[in-house]
């Protein structure tokens, strides 16, 4: 139609009405590209926000399960420098406990606590990390990768190093099960050691191997837990500034 009015000008000479075409024309292309680059931008901007949200909500999922982790850890690497201070003669002879013979027995078992981010590693391993605008967030994000996968290399070589103490040592702890009711054991039994203290004072290999797995336990914890654990706070605080969220916010609609 526009076509055919524009011919039609042409014929009759009629300059401005060619020119009020040609504006219109030029005009109802601008705003046509403008309209969809309005819309890819706010396609952009919904797809950012939903991937923030998404980051902050796996981020305080990581940090809660971080803290469960590091509160086990602690409590197991505090009962071994008990027992060590004591098999060494430090403090006083006494009966080891279960639950001191237990943390002994389980001493090379570092897993690392990933405190996992599915969304993070989506991102990266599809390309879209520069989706992310906000240059706290990318900031704090790059840094918990990075050290992240330092200290996955580091709990890798002390794991390595550790020594499985049951199977090394086996006249002095025995291992077994007990009942449990847990509900996230599925066979309703948990695993517990029993440890022969006279005989282990007595043992300088054993005393030996048990010290290098509790200096190798604690740097596990330190690296994994005191070292690793503020790089998580640093990205939480930044995914919050991102999303205009404060923390008493956070706490009360995800804590």
Not at 23 to 33: E, K, S, T
Not at 246 to 255: F, K, L, W
Request: charge should be negative; proline fraction near 4%; glycine fraction near 4%.
């Amino acid at each position: 139609m526009l076509l055919r009015r524009v011919i039609e000008h042409v014929k009759a000479q009629n300059w401005t009405a060619v020119a009020l075409d040609f504006v219109i024309v030029v005009l109802g292309v601008f705003i046509g590209i403008q309209v969809a680059n309005w819309n890819d931008a706010r396609a952009v901007k919904q797809d950012e926000e939903a991937i923030l949200t998404r980051f902050h909500d796996e981020t305080v999922a990581a940090i809660e399960d971080r803290t469960l982790r590091e509160a086990a850890t602690e409590a197991r690497m505090h009962r071994m420098y008990e027992m060590r201070k004591m098999l060494l003669g430090v403090s006083p002879p006494r009966a080891v406990t279960q639950a001191e013979c237990t943390a002994l027995a389980q001493s090379n078992y570092l897993p690392f606590a990933t405190g996992a981010i599915p969304v993070l590693d989506e991102l990266i391993a599809t390309g879209r990390f520069g989706r992310i605008s906000d240059p706290d967030v990318r900031r704090a994000a790059a840094e918990l990768i990075r050290l992240r996968d330092e200290i996955r290399s580091v709990v890798d070589v002390i794991a390595n190093s550790a020594l499985d103490l049951p199977f090394e040592f086996p006249d002095l702890m025995r291992v077994g099960i007990e009942p449990t009711d847990a509900p996230n054991d599925i066979d309703g039994f948990v695993p517990f050691a029993s440890c022969d203290a006279e005989t282990m004072r007595d043992n300088q290999k054993f005393l030996n191997g048990f010290s290098a797995n509790v200096d190798n336990y604690n740097v596990y914890y330190l690296a994994s837990f005191i070292e690793l654990s503020p790089t998580y706070e640093e990205l939480h605080h930044s995914l919050d500034h991102a999303l205009g969220l404060t923390h008493g916010a956070v706490n009360e609609g995800q804590d």
